[in-house]
């Protein structure tokens, strides 16, 4: 016989089991939103939080009664799950895409930081270049032509040729 405070714990423990399971739905919702995954990496993430929901399900119900189902456990997951929905998921959610957010932007920083002395090299790097490009680029393009003047001819002869014959 289990005694009335007993059942309250696993009630109660079953409860605190649906608050996460919706915690971890949630996490579930952010990620998709992020990545966008296709139809199998989305059959193969399902499968995996059905999985996770599993182990956190059966999980709970070991600790708080030995792995004995009763009515009330799913009862008790149920509202865990609704309470969590309706009154944190939105707030959880917004904070965990703000941390998101800041963790990109501050990710974002940091690599300019990085980028910053190769930016400057290359800056000094480029302006002779560009210098010694803007001198150039009339004799480079001439240069560019002319060596593409021998194929343009072939072209045209095959072409030529190919007409000649067609018309016979």
């Known amino acids: 016989m289990i005694s009335i405070s007993q059942e309250t714990y696993i009630l109660l423990a079953t409860i605190y089991g649906g608050i996460l399971i919706g915690f971890i739905y949630d996490l579930y919702k952010i990620f998709r939103r992020i990545f966008h995954p296709k139809k199998i990496a989305t059959l193969i993430q399902d499968f995996l939080f059905w999985l ?25 997951f149920l509202i865990g799950a609704a309470t969590y929905t309706f009154l944190l998921s939105h707030i959880v959610v917004k904070g965990i895409l703000l941390l998101l957010r800041a963790i990109k932007r501050f990710l974002y920083d940091l690599y300019q930081i990085i980028i910053y002395p190769f930016h400057v090299g290359l800056c000094l790097i480029e302006v002779p270049c560009s210098y010694c490009k803007r001198k150039t680029k009339p004799i480079y393009y001439k240069t ?20 000649y014959f067609k018309k016979k």
């Open 52 to 76: 996770i929901i599993a182990i956190v399900a059966f999980y709970v119900l070991i600790i708080s009664n030995q792995g004995a189902l009763r009515f009330y456990n799913f009862l008790g």
């Open 144 to 163: 560019k032509k002319y060596f593409k003047l021998p194929g343009r001819m072939m072209e045209r002869t095959k072409k030529n040729i190919s007409t």
